[in-house]
């Protein structure tokens, strides 16, 4: 099964000007850096796999001597049936495993989930900071921000999936540099 991923279908749209517009379309505004697409308002960098809508994704930028790195996205269930992602591969690491982060006893840890992530009818799944994430382990090149890396989920129902991540620091860190 071959997916499109959608900023190339927005091209395409812009390219022809309005004629991408739904019928209703004075009623739909998206906002910048969306498109109106069958599942309503989208992000450019979104990728549909059946029923699920795959968007937002980023690797975190590394740091010198850091030895992984952490990716995220969000996934959105649109459709009726459920799905489960069971795992993701990258050329960029030779490992990529499904972490959680939790606080047990006040104390923050880092735990690998075990089975995969249920994603039900009209669940959004987040993987972000300090959350659910992707974590990077065997990590060839140091991963820079402007780089990009390309990973494959797998998932149950949807198969499989190749997402663009683009390598960028959070905010938080370009703010605190000089």
Not at 24 to 52: K, R
Not at 106 to 135: C, N, S, T
Request: with cysteine.
């Amino acid at each position: 099964m071959k997916f499109v991923p959608l900023r190339l279908i927005a091209a395409a749209c812009l390219a022809l000007s309005g004629l991408c517009r739904p019928a209703f379309a004075s009623d739909v505004e998206c906002l910048e850096g969306q498109v109106f697409d069958v599942a309503g308002c989208v992000d450019l960098d979104t990728v549909m796999a059946e029923d699920l809508q795959l968007s937002g994704a980023w690797v975190r930028a590394m740091q010198p001597g850091q030895k992984v790195a952490a990716a995220y996205l969000t996934i959105l269930n649109r459709g009726e049936t459920a799905d489960r992602l069971v795992g993701a591969t990258t050329l960029a690491a030779s490992r990529v495993e499904m972490h959680e982060m939790a606080i047990e006893n006040g104390v923050m840890e880092m735990r690998p989930v075990e089975g995969g992530i249920g994603i039900g009818p009209g669940d959004r799944v987040e993987f972000k900071p300090a959350g659910l994430h992707f974590m990077l382990a065997g990590i060839g090149e140091t991963l820079l921000a402007e780089d990009e890396i390309e990973m494959t989920l797998d998932f149950e129902k949807a198969g499989t999936v190749v997402v663009q991540f683009p390598v960028r620091e959070p905010a938080t860190i370009k703010a605190h540099r000089h």
